[in-house]
């Protein structure tokens, strides 16, 4: 038995013999190096810790003493524009009393003039004694009265779509609705002049954001295509990637519209998403206000979303989104600022469905408003210093410096001179606000010259001699 035992470990041993001159070169050298790491592990000293010497009581108070915490804020000067509001008396209508002194306003984008609207304000009225004045809790915990679900039902039949969701923050709406859908690894192409409600939902998305230039489709179709060949590389993870783009009807920004049947060309031959905000163009654009798809004569099916705020053409306040029901729908569970957010007011949401009625009873509103806007927009070129920025049929244009005087702050001081100039004579401007650190592309600083239905003919040409007279005073 000891006999068979021994020739047993004799043949095993025999066995790694034999291995060891079997294995290849590249095997046996990584093992030795791994032997020699062990044995360097076992036979090397302990690492020691620096020594260091206890501070004294008084040596410990000096180095407190030095210290100086970082402000919880950075200096702000007192001049700073944010830190002197200029004072509003009344209702912000065709006529504006700015601190004391009363202007024609160019400034409020009440764009079809319902702010002030009797049959609006009595509508208001009227559900505000029947339901009072807020709603203290969110549409899912007892905030959804039967005026919202009125007011979506409304909306949805005015855009001729399915289904469409109120949000009661007009921020908020395409703030929360970009990360409702497009998840962390989801891919997002967005114009570089994207307002900074957008730039904040993309934020909370958390996605691969990629800017093309403003309103050009050669750029947007080379990221495209650089996203088609990575796909290619990786089909497991492109099946699992969702694509979006989101762009303007009308940018805020710049004034400028966005090419939405060269869009739809790129969608799908690139099978991507749309989503459109229209908070400027929805109430603008189009025979009857129905916005950008309108303008082009392109099927509103062929977006995926609309989202616009009822705070400009409809003068109230919150937002929209519209689309298929399936999307909407999901919005009701992954809306952040719908889940948690107090809903509309019920007054405001009375006021927004007399503001359609209005809408679909006065389509020529909207011609009104277009022709408004040529006229100025016509009227303001040549001015010497500035140039307009914007559509002529924009109700919201920008003037920007022909050449900077040296730095940001300087062109911004230069423009507010211009500002004043105008509010001291009777019309209100009001210089576009960025949040500078915030901003992912800052736009050049402007004056926003805002066209309403309400001002005349005269006031657009006196706006717009005005203007003029300030710049020849201020910039030459």
Known sequence: ????????????????????????????????????????????????????????????????????????????????????????????????????????????????????????????????????????GPRGFYGTFDVHLELEDRLAKFMRTEEAIIYSYGFATIASAIPAYSKRGDIVFVDEAACFAIQKGLQASRSNIKLFKHNDMTDLERLLKEQETEDQKNPRKARVTRRFIVVEGLYMNTGDICPLPELIKLKYKYKVRIFLEESLSFGVLGEHGRGITEHFGINIDDIDLISANMENSLASIGGFCCGRSFIIDHQRLSGQGYCFSASLPPLLAAAAIEALNIMEDNPDIFQTLRAKCKRIHRALQGISGLRVVGES?????????????????????????????????????????????????LPSPSIRVVVTVEQTEQELDKAASLIKEAAESVLN
């Open 1 to 136: 038995m000891a006999a068979a035992v021994g020739m047993g470990q004799q043949w095993v041993l025999v066995e790694m013999v034999q291995a060891f001159y079997e294995a290849p070169a590249y095997h046996l050298i990584l093992e030795g190096i791994l032997i020699l790491w062990i044995i360097r592990l076992i036979f090397s000293k302990t690492y020691k810790l620096q020594e260091r010497s206890d501070l004294t009581p008084k040596e410990k108070e000096e180095l407190i003493e030095e210290w100086q915490p970082e402000p919880l804020v950075p200096p702000v000067s007192k001049d700073h524009p944010a830190l002197n509001y200029n004072i509003v008396s009344g209702p912000p209508t065709h006529k504006i009393v700015v601190n004391g002194k009363e202007c024609i306003n160019f400034a409020s984008f009440n764009f079809l003039g319902l702010l002030d609207n009797e049959k609006v304000k009595s509508a208001a009225q009227a559900s505000l004694k029947k339901y009072g004045v807020g709603t203290c």
């Open 393 to 441: 049929f924009s109700p919201a244009l920008h003037l920007r410096l022909e050449d900077s005087y040296g730095s940001r702050e300087n062109d911004e001081k230069l423009l507010k001179r211009i500002v004043d100039y105008c509010v001291n004579r009777g019309i209100a401007l009001t210089q576009a606000r960025y949040l500078e650190k915030e901003e992912k592309c």
